[in-house]
């Protein structure tokens, strides 16, 4: 257990049974009351956002979560398989995790998992990836408006806009959180 005043932003701390990653945690003295801190916190199976205020000499249990690099293998049904870069460990990682991202996920890339006690809690895709379109319809000449956009699908199968000069077997860097095509490759 450690005290209220060694928790950072960015800690997970296992707080009314459940792990809540710290958002935000501000030290706040107001006027001729007590001091204490206000926590921002979002739990990290649900994503809800909890508030709450800490005393200065409050106890509190930081988990210990181990973040580490692994390659992304496959998927196998509700699960990817990753791999440890070291020691080639393979693990299941729930889909949910990664959240809208994992749609960009392709065999051998990088990604970055959470544990907590050999549990899975937070995994996160790169904030890019560099996919090949395979399908898009040709641009027909003269169509060049400014910022029009068509319809392509990338190699995982996911359909995103891109500008109209790109072209199937096209490489494009696309955002993995918002699914936007960002440019492309050469």
């Not at 899975?120 to 641009?139: D, F, G, N, Q, R």
């Not at 190699?155 to 993995?176: A, H, M, R, S």
């Amino acid at each position: 257990m450690a005290k209220a005043s060694e928790v950072k932003s960015g800690n997970i701390l296992r707080f009314n049974g459940e792990l809540v990653s710290v958002e935000e945690y501000i030290h706040r003295t107001p006027g001729n009351l007590r001091a204490f801190y206000q926590a921002r916190m979002r739990n990290v199976k649900t994503g809800k956002l909890v508030e709450y205020r800490f005393r200065v000499d409050e106890s509190v249990e930081i988990a210990r979560v181990e973040t580490n690099d692994y390659q992304y293998l496959y998927e196998d049904g509700d699960y990817f398989v990753v791999m440890d870069n070291s020691s080639y460990e393979q693990f299941n990682i729930p889909k949910f995790l990664f959240g809208s991202s994992a749609r960009f996920l392709k065999e051998g890339m990088n990604v970055v998992v959470a544990f907590e006690s050999d549990e899975p809690i937070m995994a996160s895709a790169p904030k890019s990836v560099e996919l090949e379109i395979t399908y898009t319809e040709p641009a027909v000449k003269g169509d060049t408006s400014t910022n029009a956009l068509k319809k392509a699908t990338v190699e995982t199968g996911v359909e995103i806009n891109v500008p109209l000069f790109i072209n199937q077997g096209d490489k494009v860097k696309v955002d993995t959180t918002t699914g936007d095509y960002m440019e492309r490759v050469k």
